[in-house]
């Protein structure tokens, strides 16, 4: 009999002794950011960037320079002494877009390499004419050539300015860690036109004078132009073509203008 109550009290302390031990384990939950309870995952993104959490943005507002041309010149409807009359100096026909408002807007629900990209901007066209020859407008509203002569030093042009909206498909690129974008856009540029006028300078009397005379010159109120841009950090490029002549139809040549140039500023 007391053999069994020794061992009854033996048995006793054992399974206190474990129960005391047990109490002294805490069980914490598994923190699913831990890897194998070593690295926080928090500790690798808190402080980095992702470059996919940016909006799309494209590329449209800055200050734009450029040279103007004619395609597809047609003066079928002049005499042989009229034709050309419309000839320019590239070196000295520009264009210069300021385009002041971006709106952009991504097409992706996961990236932002992707979208459309619209806004408001003012373009100036000039075209350098021969230095004797500007244009004048007809009873009938036809454009015809008119020479003046005044000195050696004339200069003649025919300027214009729009207000364009731009309607823009646009994909990027990431380069160097995502940090540069490499970006094409292609679409439809509408334009209203604002004013127009030809321009001669000359000298009288050894001073400079000028002679600035607006008027419509049958260029239509409104026009769309195919148009493309591209570029990569400092570099953009940008091209335009008109898909209507410079002319009404059958008020003067059929020409087709066309501009390229360079971003002297982008913001």
Request: net charge neutral; with cysteine.
């Amino acid at each position: 009999m007391k053999r069994i109550f020794y061992f009854l009290l033996f048995a006793c302390t054992i399974i206190e002794g474990f129960a005391q031990q047990a109490d002294t384990i805490q069980i914490t939950p598994s923190n699913p950011t831990n890897i194998s309870g070593i690295i926080d995952i928090r500790d690798l993104v808190n402080d980095g960037f992702n470059y996919w959490d940016e909006e799309f943005s494209g590329h449209w507002s800055g200050v734009f320079i450029g040279v103007n041309g004619f395609a597809n010149p047609d003066y079928s409807s002049y005499p042989d002494s009229e034709k050309d009359f419309m000839d320019n100096d590239l070196l000295h026909s520009h264009s210069m877009q300021i385009n002041l408002l971006q709106l952009s807007k991504g097409l992706q629900a996961s990236r932002n390499t992707i979208g459309l990209v619209t806004g408001i901007g003012l373009e100036l066209r000039s075209y350098r004419l021969n230095k004797n020859t500007t244009i004048q407008q007809s009873e009938n509203g036809v454009i015809l050539p008119q020479t003046l002569y005044f000195d050696s030093n004339q200069k003649s042009k025919l300027s214009s300015v729009y207000l364009n909206v731009p309607l823009l498909f646009e994909f990027q690129i990431p380069i160097n860690h995502y940090a540069n974008r490499f970006y094409m856009s292609a679409g439809i540029i509408g334009s209203k036109r604002l004013s127009s006028h030809t321009k001669i300078k000359y000298r009288k009397g050894g001073e400079k004078q000028k002679l600035k005379i607006p008027g419509s010159y049958a260029i239509p109120d409104y026009k769309l132009a195919a148009s493309i841009r591209m570029g990569y950090r400092w570099i953009n490029l940008y091209a335009s073509y008109d898909l209507e002549p410079l002319f009404d139809k059958s008020k003067g040549p059929e020409l087709t203008p066309w501009s390229v140039g360079i971003a002297l500023v982008q913001f």
